[in-house]
């Protein structure tokens, strides 16, 4: 394993990633994340002051056996994780890392100023420092 601590987060994002409103419907979010072979959506709130949510199969899956959750009208923003942590592409991983791991955090989302550049999952962090070649996604 290379040395990857240094490693900028943008040489690692992955920018094939998935929007959804908040107010979209939670049945859509779960047949997004299906459709699409995900685990994550990262919620647009449209509003930079806001910045960004995110929900994840594990949200949706707590609700599943919850009756007093009404599943057909349930929003997107009624579940999401938000504030969410947002990280820098400037940052490097091991600030990355830690800061995910403090906020006990699996994914993030990467924001350059307003614009959303991708997400950065710990999948993404396992990849580069097992094969230690630098190659994001």
Same mark, same amino acid.
């Given at each position: 394993?290379?040395?990857?601590?240094?490693?900028?987060?943008?040489?690692?994002?992955?920018? =094939?990633?998935?929007?959804?409103? +908040?107010?979209?419907?939670?049945? $859509?979010?779960?047949?997004?994340?299906?459709?699409? #072979?995900?685990?994550?959506?990262?919620?647009?709130?449209? =509003?930079? $002051?806001?910045?960004?949510?995110?929900?994840?199969?594990?949200?949706?899956?707590?609700?599943?056996?919850?009756?007093?959750?009404? #599943?057909?009208?349930?929003?997107?923003?009624?579940?999401?994780?938000? +504030?969410?942590?947002?990280?820098? +592409?400037?940052?490097?991983?091991?600030? $990355?890392?830690?800061?995910?791991?403090?906020?006990?955090?699996?994914?993030? +989302?990467?924001?350059?100023?307003?614009?959303?550049?991708?997400?950065?999952?710990?999948?993404?962090?396992?990849?580069?420092?097992?094969?230690? =070649?630098?190659?994001?996604?």
């Amino acid at each position: 394993m290379s040395d990857f601590r240094n490693t900028p987060v943008r040489d690692l994002v992955n920018s =094939d990633v998935r929007t959804i409103n +908040p107010d979209g419907l939670l049945s $859509a979010a779960a047949r997004a994340m299906l459709e699409n #072979h995900i685990t994550c959506l990262v919620v647009d709130l449209q =509003d930079p $002051a806001r910045g960004y949510g995110i929900i994840t199969q594990k949200d949706i899956i707590g609700l599943v056996f919850d009756d007093s959750v009404d #599943h057909e009208s349930t929003t997107v923003g009624d579940v999401m994780t938000h +504030p969410t942590l947002a990280l820098s +592409p400037q940052w490097n991983l091991e600030t $990355a890392v830690s800061l995910m791991r403090m906020m006990g955090v699996r994914r993030a +989302p990467v924001v350059d100023g307003d614009r959303l550049l991708g997400l950065l999952s710990f999948t993404d962090v396992f990849r580069h420092v097992v094969q230690g =070649d630098g190659a994001g996604g």
